[in-house]
């Protein structure tokens, strides 16, 4: 059968047999639409132009990276892309908010045993994504909860990312696009204020310059003080500021001067003990307390407790357009963040949890023996230029992108001591003006780590057949080079947290390790793409992604069986991809299904040893799962946004890792699913909701005794009614949690404490745009 015979057949059946196979509740009342046009938007500098009657839609059809060739119609990978307008109709503010659009993904894990996790805690497809968060396609560094007021879009790529972006999780990486001046005079924000203490204002102003040719100017403001619905006495105290400057817009060759300022004053939150719990059994001692739990509201650390962070960063970016085929980016930037956070912590263990009379419930006290303490500042100084070219060898059409990066980033941690003690807390009735006499200094003990990268890199994407199947490629090398210094205040040497004196006196600074490793890493990634007809791509694809020893963290270990020694190789991250793309409605409505399987190896396998008796990198983990999702208009009127995704973990070589003894990986939900609807009535009345799902969740194991070793499943309802006073102004008002369902957000790893899910609750907005 020659080609066009065979894309006429596929045609007139395989678009109707996906849309009723695997999307048939969101497809099928789309079917009675009438089509639109198909012809394709035209690109210019990585933005896409359209002309539509739609203003604002959660479709994006590309990706900010120049390293990505093609639109997200033929790229073979999952890649989601949740824009501003999705988010701003849900009230989120922080990159955590916004990935709930995306199944699968989120904080599901709560921390070690006397620490909570600090800012942006993500897991994706398995696996801690945390280190491969990034900003403009540069990384970002920091334990920092990432404010949206400045994003565009935030950019999810599910898989191997090795290849994109040099050393990062095995699953994955997010990318948070920040808002560029444009030729127009605007302005716009949002007022909002919740019943729960919630209180924010956004404004972004958009002015072009008169006296200079090509030139405006934009500045994003952000203020907001807001109380924490499921808890007490935390708190989210922030504001922001960020200006920037366009030249030569709408010109061939384009600088844009950014900067970022954002200033946090947060309480944070220690979580809440599991006493009571379903899967909860009482230690010796604490029998009384089966069937009371604590109220999850209840805060058991003290007025001190605080997470301040100071987030700089300043952005240089330079395009110009030789011709319509060969264009060159070039771009720089400083970064600086600094933590400064005291978290007064807990083990609800039966030493720590005592009473006077145990048949009464209000004399039961929880010791607050756990204060933990961070003091860190990250830096951050890279160059990245980009050259892309398109061109033709033969029949054959090229879209080349290739360049180089060059990074140093670096983290300095300051150690701290305390002298005296925080009272212990009343179990049920915690009060946080009791601070006791705890007061902490820099001990003078620093920890310092460093890498460095020099990268290249190059992806092609070369089209055959009028565009019919399109074979895109791409490879990466990077040569680093990570040094770790750690120094503490030396004790007796025994006990937790010892650390030897050797000969020296106690309290002297000794050295613990000076470290350093350096590699050359060779990513590279593969995949094709078959379109019968223009609208449906099919794909498969390959890619291989490592993190070497220190690579998430900047911490080099000399310990023989962790993974971050100098000794041991890079972990290896290889997913293979099938999957299909339909552009669907005259291209308003993107339907994709995929399924996957990612093997990560060189883990660290405590059951077979060497000669010397250390473990080895024999250990391996695997995912395979498949990912459905719509995302785009019904009608203009009607938009979705919607996604399910089912995982199967399994520790494949080496131990078990769940507290309940099975194969699974942990804080990973098996099934999620998300899906966000709105409809905009002609006079005004705008109605959206959705709903969300994540599956139950299994703890890691330890030496804990008597707590959960799983959480259950649950599905919150938001909701969410607007109405446009004006064409410039437009009252809103988001529900959460309709229905007030009580739930385990994310367990820590010892399953002491839980963070609990948000009840019913509602915020009230005002939008402007002028």
């Not at 002309?51 to 990276?65: C, E, G, H, P, R």
């Not at 500045?219 to 500021?241: E, M, T």
């Not at 291989?544 to 100098?566: C, I």
Request: proline share 4%; hydrophobic share 35%; aromatic share 8%.
């Amino acid at each position: 059968m020659s080609l066009s015979r065979l894309r006429e057949s596929l045609a007139s059946t395989t678009p109707a047999y996906l849309a009723l196979s695997c999307f048939g509740l969101a497809a099928t009342p789309a079917l009675a639409q009438e089509a639109a046009s198909t012809e394709k938007p035209a690109q210019l500098g990585g933005v896409t132009v359209t002309d539509t009657a739609i203003d604002d839609t959660v479709k994006v059809d590309t990706v900010s990276s120049p390293k990505f060739t093609q639109p997200l119609q033929d790229t073979p990978q999952t890649i989601q892309v949740i824009s501003k307008d999705l988010f701003n109709q849900q009230g989120a503010t922080t990159l955590t908010e916004a990935l709930r659009n995306s199944p699968g993904v989120g904080t599901f894990y709560a921390g070690e045993n006397g620490n909570t996790t600090t800012g942006d805690a993500i897991r994706m497809r398995g696996f801690d994504t945390s280190s491969s968060i990034f900003v403009d396609g540069i990384r970002d560094l920091g334990s920092i909860s990432r404010d949206v007021f400045n994003t565009e879009q935030v950019e999810v790529a599910k898989g191997p990312a090795g290849t994109d972006n040099g050393r990062t999780a095995p699953t994955g990486a997010i990318n948070m696009v920040s808002k560029q001046p444009f030729l127009d005079t605007a302005v716009s924000g949002t007022a909002s204020i919740g019943v729960d203490g919630q209180k924010r204002a956004t404004a972004d102003f958009n002015q072009v310059i008169d006296a200079i040719p090509n030139a405006a100017v934009r500045l994003n403001v952000l203020w907001q003080d807001s109380d924490d619905p499921a808890r007490d006495h935390v708190k989210n105290k922030r504001i922001g500021i960020a200006p920037s400057l366009g030249l030569g817009l709408g010109t061939q060759t384009r600088l844009y001067l950014n900067f970022l300022y954002v200033d946090q004053e947060n309480i944070p939150d220690g979580y809440v003990p599991t006493i009571g719990l379903p899967g909860w059994e009482p230690q010796s001692g604490l029998e009384a307390l089966i069937g009371n739990p604590v109220d999850s509201s209840n805060f058991y650390g003290t007025r001190d407790d605080h997470d301040d962070v100071t987030a700089q960063m300043g952005t240089i970016k330079f395009e110009h357009e030789f011709s319509d085929s060969v264009r060159l980016t070039n771009t720089a930037r400083w970064g600086k963040t600094s933590q400064d956070y005291l978290l007064t912590s807990f083990m609800s263990t039966s030493t720590n949890v005592t009473a006077t009379d145990p048949d009464d419930l209000s004399t039961y006290t929880l010791a607050r023996s756990l204060s933990t303490y961070r003091d860190v500042t990250n830096r951050i100084l890279t160059d990245q230029l980009n050259l892309q070219v398109d061109f033709n060898t033969g029949a054959v059409e090229h879209n080349l992108s290739t360049g180089i990066e060059i990074t140093s980033e670096k983290q300095i941690l300051h150690a701290h001591g305390s002298t005296g003690e925080r009272p212990a807390a009343n179990l049920y009735d915690p009060d946080w003006n009791d601070v006791g006499t705890l007061s902490d200094f820099r001990s003078g003990a620093v920890t310092r780590g460093k890498t460095d990268t020099q990268a290249f890199y190059l992806f092609d994407t070369a089209k055959f057949f009028d565009g019919a199947l399109l074979v895109t490629g791409g490879i990466r090398v990077d040569h680093y080079k990570t040094t770790y210094f750690s120094n503490a205040v030396c004790n007796d040497g025994t006990g937790r947290g010892a650390v030897s004196c050797g000969g020296a006196a106690v309290g002297t600074i000794v050295t613990t390790n000076d470290l350093n490793s350096k590699d050359t890493l060779f990513n590279w990634k593969l995949g094709a793409v078959f379109k019968p007809v223009d609208t449906l791509s099919l794909y498969v694809n390959y890619a291989l992604s490592q993190q070497p020893p220190g690579g998430d963290n900047f911490t080099l270990s000399s310990s023989a069986s962790n993974a971050n020694n100098p000794v041991f190789d890079p972990q290896k991250a290889e997913t293979f991809e099938a999957g299909v793309k339909w552009s669907a409605l005259g291209d308003m409505l993107a339907l994709n299904a995929a399924v996957f399987q990612t093997t990560v190896k060189n883990e660290i396998n405590s059951d077979i040893l060497d000669d010397a008796g250390n473990p080895t990198q024999t250990g391996e983990k695997r995912v395979r799962g498949f990912e459905l999702s719509a995302v785009g208009n019904i009608t203009e009127a009607w938009s979705v946004s919607a996604g399910y995704s089912h995982l199967k973990t399994k520790v494949t070589e080496g131990p078990v890792i769940t507290s309940d003894g099975t194969p699974n990986l942990t804080y990973i939900p098996g099934d999620s699913w998300t899906v966000w609807t709105n409809y905009r009535f002609p006079f005004g009345l705008e109605i959206a909701g959705g709903a969300r799902h994540n599956g139950g969740l299994h703890r890691g194991t330890d030496g804990a005794v008597g707590t959960p070793a799983y959480t259950a499943g649950y599905t919150v309802v938001d909701g969410m009614l607007g109405f446009a006073l004006t064409d410039q102004v437009k009252l809103r008002v988001n529900a959460y949690n309709l229905f007030d369902k009580e739930y385990v957000a994310s367990i820590n790893k010892s399953g002491y404490r839980y963070t609990p899910g948000t009840p019913r609750t509602f915020l009230f907005s005002a939008d402007f745009n002028f």
